[in-house]
C-alpha cells in the first residue's frame, strides 16, 4: 500500500514517530563512531586461499586501540573459502574527523506497510558487490515484498542479514544528494506475518560510504525505484575535508 501506516494500538499511539526518528539518528551516530563501528575499520587483510591468518600474532602487534578480528568470504572465481582480519581503530582518523550523517526531514508518508510472502526453501538472489568488479554473491532472499509506490507495482528483494531483512534499494537521488550505490533499509515485520514495515526515514548510507574496507551489496534491478525517496540518510559529513573514501 502507498499510504503510511496507521497502528491504533494504545502502546504505539503513544510513540511519537518523530521523536523515535531522533533517537535512531542518535544512535546511529553512537554506533558509527564506537570503536568497531563503520568509520574504525581501517584494514582488511586477506590470507593466500587455504591459509588461516594469525589473529593473535596480529593482535599482539597491534596499537592499543586496534581491534582484530576475522572475516570469511568465498572467491569469486574458485569458490573457496577465504579467510582474513580486520582492523577497527577507535582513533581513526574517519572517526576524528567526522561530523554527522545529513538527512532528510521526517516524512511520515514514507513510512510504508507492504505484503510479505515467505518463499519456501533456502532461494538465492545475485547481489553485484561495489568491489567486485562486476562480479556478484548469490544472498538469502527469504520472500518477497510487494508495494505500491506512487502508482507503480514492485516486488522487492530484502536478504537474511543474520535474521533480519535487510533491503539495498535505489532510487533517483543516488550520486546528487545521497550515496551514490544506493542505501539500506532493514524491513519491519509486524504481528501479521504477511505484513511488514518500510519506514524509508530510517534508510541509511551503507557501510561501505564510511570506510573503503567493505564490499557493499549494490541494488538489483527489482528494488530500484522510479521516483526520488527523499527520506533517510544523505550523505556522511566530514571536517577539514576529510574523505571517507581513503
Request: glycine residues 6%.
Amino acid at each position: 500500500m502507498s499510504t503510511a501506516v496507521s497502528d491504533s494500538t494504545p502502546a504505539r499511539a503513544a510513540v511519537d514517530p518523530a521523536q523515535e526518528w531522533d533517537a535512531w539518528r542518535a544512535e546511529r551516530h553512537r554506533a558509527l563512531t564506537s570503536p568497531m563501528g563503520n568509520l574504525a575499520l581501517v584494514e582488511t587483510r586477506w590470507a593466500p586461499t587455504g591459509e588461516t591468518p594469525d589473529a593473535e600474532a596480529a593482535r599482539a602487534d597491534a596499537p592499543d586501540t586496534v581491534t582484530v578480528t576475522e572475516v570469511r568470504r568465498t572467491d569469486l572465481v574458485s569458490g573457496e573459502p577465504e579467510r582474513g582480519l580486520r582492523f577497527w581503530d577507535a582513533d581513526a582518523p574517519a572517526i576524528r574527523a567526522f561530523d554527522r550523517v545529513d538527512t532528510f526531514a521526517y516524512d511520515p508518508a514514507l513510512v510504508l506497510e507492504a505484503t510479505y510472502t515467505p518463499v519456501a526453501g533456502a532461494r538465492r538472489v545475485a547481489f553485484e558487490h561495489i568491489r567486485d568488479n562486476g562480479g556478484s554473491r548469490d544472498l538469502v532472499v527469504p520472500g518477497d515484498i510487494a508495494l505500491t509506490f506512487d502508482g507503480r507495482d514492485y516486488t522487492l528483494s530484502a536478504f537474511d542479514d543474520d535474521g533480519t531483512l535487510l533491503l539495498v534499494f535505489g532510487d533517483p537521488t543516488n550520486g546528487d544528494s545521497t550515496y551514490g550505490a544506493g542505501r539500506f533499509l532493514f524491513v519491519r515485520r509486524t504481528e501479521d506475518e504477511s505484513r511488514v514495515v518500510l519506514d524509508f526515514n530510517q534508510a541509511f548510507v551503507p557501510p561501505c560510504g564510511f570506510s573503503d574496507q567493505y564490499n557493499c551489496p549494490m541494488p538489483p534491478r527489482q528494488n530500484r525505484f522510479h521516483l526520488p525517496i527523499e527520506a533517510g540518510e544523505k550523505l556522511p559529513a566530514f571536517r577539514d575535508g576529510f574523505d571517507a573514501q581513503h
